[in-house]
């Protein structure tokens, strides 16, 4: 074939041409000058950043015929012969391919047989981290006490599946991701030397598609300046990389500050049917508002924008949006984008994303008007009238009118919750010390019927429930809390079961009949206090006394109860 693609082309031949790099390759070229040459080299980054290539100029450095010096000559019969690949003396081996211990054992018994035409004997190995651990066992000794006129240079794109033991025998550099706008002075270099004739706006669009890899920018602007027509324009790049242009942005993102859901769906629609990839145009979208917000926050810094030119048309629309707006923008776009990770729809989640936006009622607040201030003034000239109003006042007046809220918020609410009182004193007028005993001595046994059966919930509901008094066939059950006396009662089942189990131990059906543990102590109380005034009061046979115990009317509570009333008096016993 007489045609190179680009990169092949403008591979770099110079450490100067190793774009974005500059950390490592100004190390190697001082190490060049002071003959500090390592026995071994780890170059590890992302792909198309130049691993592979700044191993081969060191290689050339380093057997330089008019070396040692920081640049190869690619003059020289070595620097040539390196550079075609017709001299032996400079391997490269693809561990991919070439990952069993018999292709390093082979390694391992050549090494010790110096070079024939040149001064050193170097292998590059290429992604390194296909190797087998066998293989990684059987290069190690050899990496770490190799001949003198033997150099490893090791190249991955995933170092931390290479051992330590291996990483610690080596000079490792680490290739960065090369920025948009280094990318883009290199290939503006290639064009002009090329003689093609491009728009400065197409370029930027390769440069962020390529994702901080040379070889891939170059891959697709080789494929633009094919699709262009003699001049390499800003829609050519746009078709090829599949982007979306800042117009088409400019007009959904317009739509969603307008919130007309349809016209934006509809945009959407006409740049999907162009071909345009839904993943991508939800990173463009993103991108757009990043950089509004680094508009809106500081528009000095144009140059670190990503994805936009601030034109008018921006300008306008960032006017009207709220800072607030962005983050939300921002966060549902990228909800959107992590869930198209793991489906076949992407496109629809894109439109219910779009349509969440338009619902968004977020926008930019508009400074204060000449009248909005006026009567913000107005307000706070009523407030201060107040407060000078207040502490005019008699200081006795203001804490009795401060005392009278708080009094109202110290009362206690009523119950919530029914207690079916008659019940409860009808199983108290008919209960037997033998009846809550045959509750009690099974109690726990019910509680564990309830865990066998699957019936968790319920029986947490009774940790803090106990039977207190029973008759024939019912008994009563109190609760710690109110809140747990309605979610029983509310609970058909619940109840239903109780009954159920507690017939299976005892033989009797008995009936519950909840109620909170204030409640009860009232009612214990009321009923015990009406049976001394009918005379019919016996000391109690439910087996109780030892929770509740009657008490005779302290005349400090009277006293309490005639200076502030049964509303705000509280009684603990």
Known sequence: MSYQALYRVWRP?????VV??????KTLQNALLQDKISHAYLFSGPRGTGKTSAAKILAKAVNCENGPSAEPCNECASCRGISD??????????AASNNGVDEIRDIRDKVKYAPGSVRFKVYII???????????????????????????????????????????????????RIT????????????????????EAA??????????????????????????????????????????????????VQAIVEQNAAQAVQTLGRLLMEGKDPVRFTEDLILYFRDMLLFKMAPDLEESMERIMADDAFTAIAGQVAEAAIYEYISVLNNAQQEMKFTNHARIYLEVALVNLCRLHVKAQPSASGPEVAGLIEKINRLEQQVQELKSRPAGLVEAEAVKPAAKKLSRPGNQFKVAVPQVEKVLSEATKQDIQNIKSRWGNMIGYLNERQMRSQAALLNDAEPVAASGDSFVLKFKYEIHCQMASDNKAFMDSISTILNELTGKPYRALVVPEDAWLDI??????KQKEDGSYTPPDDGSDADVQEEEEDPLVS???????????????
């Not at 974005?20 to 390759?25: F, L, R, V």
């Not at 746009?238 to 088409?248: A, C, R, S």
């Open 13 to 17: 031949q110079h450490f100067a041409d």
């Open 20 to 25: 974005g790099q500059e950390h490592i390759t």
């Open 85 to 94: 690949g017709s001299i032996q003396d400079v391997i490269e081996i693809d």
């Open 126 to 176: 290429d992604e390194v981290h296909m190797l087998s651990t066998g293989a990684f066992n059987a290069l190690l000794k050899t990496l770490e006490e190799p001949p003198a006129h033997v150099i490893f240079i090791l190249a991955t794109t995933e170092p931390h599946k290479i051992p330590l033991t291996i990483i610690s025998r080596c000079q490792r550099f680490d290739f960065k």
């Open 180 to 199: 948009a706008h280094a990318i883009g002075g290199r290939m503006t270099l290639i064009l002009n030397e090329t003689g093609t004739e491009f728009d």
């Open 203 to 252: 370029l930027p669009i390769i440069a962020r598609a390529a994702e901080g890899g040379m070889r891939d920018a170059l891959s697709l602007l080789d494929q633009a300046v094919s699709y262009s027509r003699g001049r390499l324009t800003e829609e050519d790049a746009l078709t090829v990389t599949g982007t979306v242009g800042q117009g088409m942005l400019n007009q959904i």
């Open 524 to 529: 214990r109380r009321s009923f015990l206090k």
């Open 559 to 573: 006293k309490a109860l005639e200076l502030v009333g049964e509303e705000f008096l509280e009684i603990k016993d």
